[in-house]
């Protein structure tokens, strides 16, 4: 049931966009009562919450190639393609066009993000258990400098992504990375030298 939710949530996002969405045409195209919605989510932004933040996870997963490099490049990659879907850019548009201003769609792209960013830390952790980045690092910023350029191109400048978009983004995070840029606790030593 949870799945088949999801799937309607989805398709409901592609084919009507955000402000079209209800609880009740969701129900209607998973085959559910929409009751049986509301005793799992207690309203649209919470379903729609659950639905990208699944969506993301699945669609997004979290390489073990057993290097950095070619972790973080899949990863880049992954993300690129999954935004330039037809169902990516109606979680675009959700997310930051139309309602994005309003607290609940704010609250749930924080949350599809911080999800995003922790299923993905494991990739940074093993990086540095293998020595393959510098003790210390510290994995959110790392994954946040590698989007970055990618979201910049996506959202900002509407510039084409590729692969050589997700190349070039890895180098750079791995290169700030590599030299100590990334450190946990980086940025308060920094305020405070200011």
Sequence with gaps: MRAAVHAATLAELVDKGYAALTVENVARRAGVHKTTVYRRWKDRESLLTD???EHMATDIPVPDTGAIETDLQ???RSIIEAFTSPTGQAILAAMFTG???LPEIAAAR??????RLSR???VLR??????QLPEG????????????PIYLRLLITAEPVNETTADQ?????LAAARAGVLQQGHDEESAGRE
């Design 169 to 173: 983004a890895v180098r750079v995070a």
């Design 120 to 122: 993905a830390e494991p």
């Design 126 to 131: 093993r990086a540095i258990k293998r020595g």
């Design 99 to 101: 309602a994005a201003h």
């Design 51 to 53: 639905a990208l933040a």
């Design 110 to 115: 924080r949350h599809v993000f911080d999800d």
């Design 74 to 76: 899949a990863l880049a």
């Design 137 to 148: 690092t510290d994995p959110a910023e790392v994954l946040k400098t590698l989007a970055a």
